[in-house]
């Protein structure tokens, strides 16, 4: 599934990295300790945190990620949302849980992927 | 490169003339220096040496999941200068067989390198911790993604992290 497809779906709501839309969403990663998401989250996942904050971009970059998904309704600083623009990467937005949102992905099939 | 046949060089030295703004390259035989200012508590450039690291061992096109090894260390190195450590260097060493990341800063060093290795242990103050950093687990990840390490510190001057990946060996990481 492309990170677009997700997004209409569920009506998720992009804050940033639009030019990124169309990549491929390759498993997910829940976490909110960067190095455990650093070590473990699988290559071209989305990865679903409550960190809102300007390094997680540079983890997700690292990670070759899809998109960040930012979710319990928080809202990213200013400076990762620019952050995010700069590297084309989708920076989403979901107003309940990521156990909810986790759920809904496997239902889709887009299960946890064995890290490569 | 003046001078220099192409021929007795691996492929990446195709891909040397790459230099960045406040990067040096230097080249001579067949090895690739590049050098990145680390500064502590600098929050806004955290990473991104790493990335740069990152994107050149990606024109070089190394085996992905060594890139992602090296990635894992470097970027646990980086932020450990920034958030514990004083400003400080990151060194990558790039040679035919082996790659070298070496990460230097101006203290306050580490007490109890030991201890410091422990997984979960972490001094990371309370603003850290609250973005996710100070699990604990950086120096055991960086030994158990690199093919060698050496931490040594100074305390109250400084501390070193050096790392060695040899390219072209598979290392199984558990
Ligand atoms: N560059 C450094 N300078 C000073 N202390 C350091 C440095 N790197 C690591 N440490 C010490 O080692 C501890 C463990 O480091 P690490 O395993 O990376 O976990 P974390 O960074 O999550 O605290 C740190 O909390 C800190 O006390
Ligand atoms: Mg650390």
Redo the contacts with the bound molecule.
Sequence with gaps: MRVNEFVEFFNLKVIAGEQGLDREIRGGYCGDLL?DVMANAPVGCIWLTIQGHLNIVAVAVLREMAAIVITGGREPDEETVQKADQEHLPLLKWPHSAFDLAGRLYVLGVGAAPTP | MRGVDLYDHPPYARNLADGGSNQTVCRYMASLKKFFFIKARDFVHAGEASIHIQNLLKSMHLDPALIRRIAICSY??E???V????D?ILNVNIESNRLTLE?I?E????QD?Q?????G????PEE?REMG??????????KKNADDIL?E?EPGKR?R?CMTFFLGLTKEVQ
């Design positions: 190095s | 646990e190195g932020m450990n200068a958030i514990h450590g004083g400080g990460i800063d203290g306050p060093g580490i390198i201890l410091a290795m422990q997984p242990y972490s001094t990371a850290a950093f100070g699990a604990g687990m950086g120096l055991p990840n960086m931490i510190s501390t992290a």
